[in-house]
């Protein structure tokens, strides 16, 4: 539960922040401060800090994809509304289920199958169903599709390295592997942006974005799967879009059309039918994250 309520209120923390740095140099800020918490967290449990030789080509590949995720998950959430962002990118596991079944990774399942299918339903009612008034938030909800669809591909292909050496361990490395990319990315911005004028709220947004939404909570939710199990932990990152879409009432005044309710409602009971599929809980370490996170 407290991973996703981190995960969640993360929507409504970067949207203010985004307010008043730029995108980029957001990006560049906060990921050498998770990058410096996960190497924290490796020593402090005894974990090997650096892959081996062999691996690094695997690191730096899926480095790369993080990159690709992320610049696109900080560009659609500085467009779009916050708790579109949260709905949209908690269809990440329909896509990871596509994904796997084009690829023959798993079998096709027809509960699966029609689960996938809600949950499309309920993303179109959450993208078009926004106020007119903030039309402007469609061409963030869309690449905000995009970002889920990279998220994915990103889990499907990690997931033979994750399984060999530990999730923790995977996520640190691909992590330290993106961040020098995010920060060449964010540079220009960076020089651009008058930091005199940053208040002490978004330095904060910052550090929440870097330390807890990427490090501590990943820590968090690995520990969890280890006791409960993958597919029950599964069940409590289904809040995470509802904890966004209540912050973002709150906090930023984000009053949900009716369609988006109704689309949130559709998504949700998509997401829960298609992992019906999964039977037993699968205690042990886990081998992908569920949902997209910041």
């Keep these: ?24 140099a957001f990006n560049a800020l906060r990921f050498p401060f998770a990058a410096v918490t996960a190497a924290l967290m490796l020593r402090a449990q005894g974990r090997r800090m650096l892959p081996r030789p062999r691996d690094w080509p695997v690191v730096a590949a899926l480095g790369l994809l993080h990159v690709l995720y992320q610049v696109c998950f900080v560009s659609a959430l500085n467009l779009s509304l916050s708790g579109n962002a949260a709905l949209v990118l908690s269809t990440a596991p329909l896509w990871v289920m596509l994904i796997s079944v084009l690829f023959r990774f ?7 199958l029609a ?7 309920g993303m179109a009612l959450v993208i078009v169903g926004g106020p007119a008034e903030l039309g402007f938030s469609l061409q963030g909800d869309l690449l905000m599709v995009v970002s889920a669809v990279v998220w994915a591909v990103y889990l499907v292909l990690s997931r033979p390295a994750t399984q060999r050496h530990g999730a923790l361990e995977m996520t640190a490395w691909t992590l330290w592997a993106s961040t ?12 651009r942006m008058d930091w005199g004028s940053v208040s002490l709220a978004a330095w904060a947004s910052v550090t929440y974005a870097g330390v807890f939404t990427i490090a501590v909570a990943y820590f968090l939710w690995y520990r969890a799967v280890a006791v409960i199990g993958q597919s029950r932990a599964a069940v409590y ?11 973002a009432w709150m906090w930023l005044g984000e009053t949900p059309a009716v369609a988006q309710v109704a689309g949130a409602a559709v998504i949700l ?3 829960l039918i298609s992992r019906l599929r999964r039977r037993a809980p699968e205690h042990g370490r886990a081998t992908k994250a569920v949902s997209g996170t910041a």
């Design 1 to 24: 539960m407290l991973v996703a309520v981190i995960w969640g209120l993360n929507f409504s923390v970067m949207k203010l922040g985004l307010g008043e740095i730029a995108p980029m």
């Design 106 to 112: 798993e079998k096709v399942n027809p509960m699966a």
């Design 115 to 121: 689960g996938g299918a809600i949950t499309l339903g």
């Design 180 to 191: 020098p990319p995010i920060v060449l990315l964010g540079a220009g911005d960076f020089a």
């Design 237 to 247: 990152v289904n809040m995470v879009p509802v904890v966004a879409l209540a912050a």
């Design 269 to 271: 009971s998509g997401l």
